[in-house]
């Protein structure tokens, strides 16, 4: 049987990458996502292109009740999962400590840390089941250097980042590889959801460089998911040519 791949905010950006990258190579795919029409759409594409089996569920990750009963109602066919994306995860607003929204923190909060709990501590179980799995943690070079306006934002990706160094720990003795992928500045919906919407502010945060794509992360969870299983990329940074670090970019 094909190796079975759940991912997380499957219904844009990196998460729809890698969904078309793996569905690409036959494996089987389990999707979600909070948009149930795209979820339908992606997945019918991916069928029709690739012939492969696909699972999607409509959820929220920041419910807890939702994670629960999503994994609890997995069909037996699909309870065997290899690999675990926790993709799904989003910044909300730029704004001064001051002047934060505090519902754009909870909204961070929630998804980018809880979220990816609640899906771990549901996933990792059947792992663990067979003494194999691997779980993937996308973060953000935010949680590796911090930048103004970034506070809330920068520290949930710290905090994926201190879970995926410890969770490396947990699941040492049970075979199961974890890998944290911090990606730079990556042209997808990223700084339209945390813009609200302003396209012409989203697209500004671009201008001048060549941004890595959804499609440029995809390549990089497929390389550390396909190595030989004597070793694990425990973390990666991965940035645009032009761009080394928070700080540091060049634009023309």
């Known amino acids: 049987m094909n ?13 729809e990458a890698t969904a078309k990258k ?21 997945a019918e594409q991916l069928r029709q292109t690739h012939g492969i089996e696909i699972h999607w569920a409509a ?17 037996a066919a699909w309870r065997s999962i290899d690999i675990l ?11 001064a400590i001051q002047d934060g929204d505090i519902d754009d923190w909870e909204a961070m909060i929630d998804t980018n840390i809880k979220g990816l709990l609640y899906m771990t501590r549901a996933i990792a179980p059947l792992m663990i089941a067979k003494n194999s799995g691997h779980i993937f943690n996308i973060g953000s070079i935010a949680g ?3 930048y103004a306006n970034g506070n809330v934002y920068c520290g949930t990706k710290h905090a ?13 003795q049970h075979g199961i590889k974890v890998t944290a992928i911090h990606p730079g500045a990556a042209e997808t919906e990223f700084s339209l959801v945390r813009f609200k919407g302003d396209e012409a502010r989203a697209k500004k945060v671009y201008e001048g460089f060549q941004p890595l794509t959804g499609a440029d992360v995809a ?5 550390c998911a396909n190595l030989p ?24």
Request: glycine fraction near 10%; hydrophobic fraction near 40%; include cysteine.
């Open 59 to 75: 959820f929220d990750i920041r419910s807890r009740n939702e994670v629960k009963a999503f994994v609890d109602g997995l069909p």
């Open 85 to 95: 994306v926790n993709n799904a995860g989003l910044a909300a607003g730029l704004s």
């Open 3 to 15: 190796k079975t791949i759940l991912i997380t905010g499957a219904t844009a950006g990196i998460g």
């Open 144 to 146: 590796k250097y911090v």
């Open 219 to 223: 390549e990089t969870i497929f390389y």
């Open 229 to 252: 299983g004597h070793y694990c990329i425990n973390d990666l940074v991965i940035t645009p040519t032009t761009q080394a670090g928070s700080h540091y970019s060049v634009k023309k």
């Open 22 to 42: 793996f569905a690409a190579n036959g494996y089987r795919l389990i999707i979600t996502g909070r948009r149930e029409e795209r979820l339908i759409q992606l």
């Open 160 to 172: 994926v980042n201190a879970l995926s160094e410890s969770m490396r720990i947990d699941m040492l």
